[in-house]
């Protein structure tokens, strides 16, 4: 401010000192006013020129554009750089906040969890690709709509309608089928002036664990009690009524086959969670080809000659393919020996007395080894194959209790696979017998030291 009047003032008195000396040439008698004159004239042109420097200034301002500042020097020249910093300053923080909201948005939009905003009159506002897909909202199109117009399922109408906050709903997704279900369950919060923000989750794989838990839970439960209820009877029969020794020890052998089957159902469950529970085994440990279809077929043959009871027993024959006789599997030993021991098992059980039972090792173009258990029994419908690794499903519920069946073995035999990344395959035409093959990758066996693959 100093440096500018002192500008004034420098202008002030040449402009006087002008008019002095034009007053001094025309000889005039007042000098004075000649001076007046000159000072006064010199102030009027310095605050018509910094009239039009701020004119020039006022006008960039009004254009904002940063790159065509004027050059001046002086006060206005420091007041458009001053402002040039400023709005520098300004441009570079509304860039970090832009870029902070981008970063945040994107963030909501890799979330796995649905986020929809809805403003004070339910209307959207925002919404995550997640929510848009899991309840059908096109996310340009929509936008300020009602979602009540939108979603009109009358769980999420009520639950909408309803006032109480922070409480959460389970509804069909968009793209729910009967075969392809998807459950989205929704949480509402309140924020801000009667906003909301809606939280989407798929919940289906929850939902269908937590249905498979009842499930085996229940069926845990009948299996257990259908036995003990037998039992129980034959206790009170027992205790009731005096019987003749030969049928007391009658009664005494079908306890022992119920408590026989119950002690097989906990052994299989016990099986089945130690396999869930435990690390994948190691390729260390290892079982010889020769040594496991051995077992298996001393198993086979005392179970078919149990089960005959006179009415003759199955032609059962077990292959080794040339090159395999010394072949090992890399693996818990128990846990393959089980795997191979069911499906065996299965195959007798399931075939009539005059069937045949081929078990035969060889294999694959791709490396791997397969154990395949083929039977000519009565085969299994098309609809049943996808579901039979369950636990508890039967095809015949009392065929497969009477041969001592537990309805664990298949979903044993599947876990003991992919435990040693392999996997079960089942082939099988009604009627016409079936074929159950274990597969395990190149990885989980090797010909022993003397001999090469
Ligand atoms: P289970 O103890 O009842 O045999 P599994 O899990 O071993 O239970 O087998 C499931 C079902 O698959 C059996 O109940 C049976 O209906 C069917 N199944 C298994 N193996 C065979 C087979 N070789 N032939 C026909 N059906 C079979």
């Known amino acids: 401010m100093l440096w500018r009047t002192f500008n004034w003032l420098v202008a002030l008195c040449a402009g006087a000192a002008t008019g002095a000396l034009w007053g001094l040439y025309q000889d005039s008698k007042s000098i004075w006013v000649y001076l007046l004159l000159g000072a006064l004239s010199a102030s009027f042109a310095w605050w018509l020129k910094d009239g039009w420097r701020g004119l020039r200034v006022v006008a960039w301002l009004g254009a904002g554009?940063?790159?065509?500042?004027?050059?001046?020097?002086?006060?206005?020249?420091?007041?458009?750089?001053?402002?040039?910093?400023?709005?520098?300053?300004?441009?570079?923080?509304?860039?970090?906040?832009?870029?902070?909201?981008?970063?945040?948005?994107?963030?909501?939009?890799?979330?796995?969890?649905?986020?929809?905003?809805?403003?004070?009159?339910?209307?959207?506002?925002?919404?995550?690709?997640?929510?848009?897909?899991?309840?059908?909202?096109?996310?340009?199109?929509?936008?300020l709509q009602?979602?009540?117009?939108?979603?009109?399922?009358?769980?999420?109408?009520?639950?909408?309608?309803?006032?109480?906050?922070?409480?959460?709903?389970?509804?069909?997704?968009?793209?729910?089928?009967?075969?392809?279900?998807?459950?989205?369950?929704?949480?509402?919060?309140?924020?801000?002036?009667?906003?909301?923000?809606?939280?989407?989750?798929?919940?289906?794989?929850?939902?269908?664990?937590?249905?498979?838990?009842?499930?085996?839970?229940?069926?845990?439960?009948?299996?257990?009690?259908?036995?003990?209820?037998?039992?129980?009877?034959?206790?009170?029969?027992?205790?009731?009524?005096?019987?003749?020794p030969e049928d007391q020890q009658r009664y005494l052998a079908l306890m022992a086959t119920q408590a026989h089957r119950m002690q097989t159902l906990v052994e299989d469950l016990l099986t089945l969670s130690r396999l869930e529970g435990s690390p994948n085994p190691s390729v260390y440990s290892q079982l010889s080809l020769a040594d496991l279809m051995l077992v298996c077929e001393q198993e086979a043959m005392?179970?078919?000659?149990?089960?005959?009871?006179?009415?003759?027993t199955q032609m059962i024959e077990f292959v080794v393919d040339a090159g395999l006789s010394e072949a090992v599997l890399l693996g818990e030993p128990r846990e393959l020996q089980s795997a191979l021991s069911n499906l065996v098992s299965n195959a007798v059980r399931y075939t009539p007395a005059d069937g045949t039972i081929h078990v035969n090792a060889c294999v694959k173009t791709d490396g791997s080894l397969q154990l395949s258990v083929k039977d000519s029994g009565a085969g299994i419908a098309a609809e049943h194959l996808p579901r039979l690794t369950e636990r508890f499903y039967r095809v015949d519920r009392s065929r497969s209790r009477e041969s001592g069946g537990t309805g664990l073995g298949l979903a044993i035999v599947k876990h003991v696979m992919q435990r040693h990344g392999g996997s079960l395959v089942v082939a099988s035409v009604l009627g016409q017998g079936s074929t159950f093959t274990l597969v395990l990758p190149s990885t989980r066996w090797r010909l022993s030291a003397s001999q090469q693959r």
């Open 146 to 244: 009602r979602i009540g117009n939108i979603m009109r399922d009358p769980i999420f109408t009520n639950f909408m309608a309803s006032g109480d906050s922070d409480e959460s709903v389970v509804i069909e997704g968009r793209s729910h089928r009967p075969n392809r279900p998807l459950r989205v369950s929704v949480q509402r919060h309140r924020y801000g002036e009667g906003k909301q923000l809606l939280i989407t989750r798929d919940v289906t794989v929850m939902e269908q664990a937590e249905a498979v838990r009842r499930d085996f839970v229940a069926n845990v439960s009948h299996e257990i009690r259908t036995p003990l209820t037998v039992m129980s009877g034959f206790v009170e029969t027992l205790q009731t009524l005096s019987l003749p």
């Open 302 to 312: 005392g179970l078919s000659e149990s089960m005959a009871k006179g009415a003759g």
């Open 65 to 143: 554009d940063l790159t065509s500042a004027p050059t001046l020097s002086g006060l206005w020249g420091d007041i458009v750089d001053l402002t040039c910093r400023l709005l520098r300053q300004q441009e570079r923080a509304m860039q970090a906040s832009d870029q902070r909201l981008k970063d945040f948005l994107s963030a909501i939009q890799a979330s796995p969890n649905g986020v929809l905003l809805l403003d004070a009159q339910s209307q959207i506002e925002w919404c995550n690709q997640t929510a848009a897909l899991q309840l059908g909202i096109d996310v340009e199109r929509d936008k």
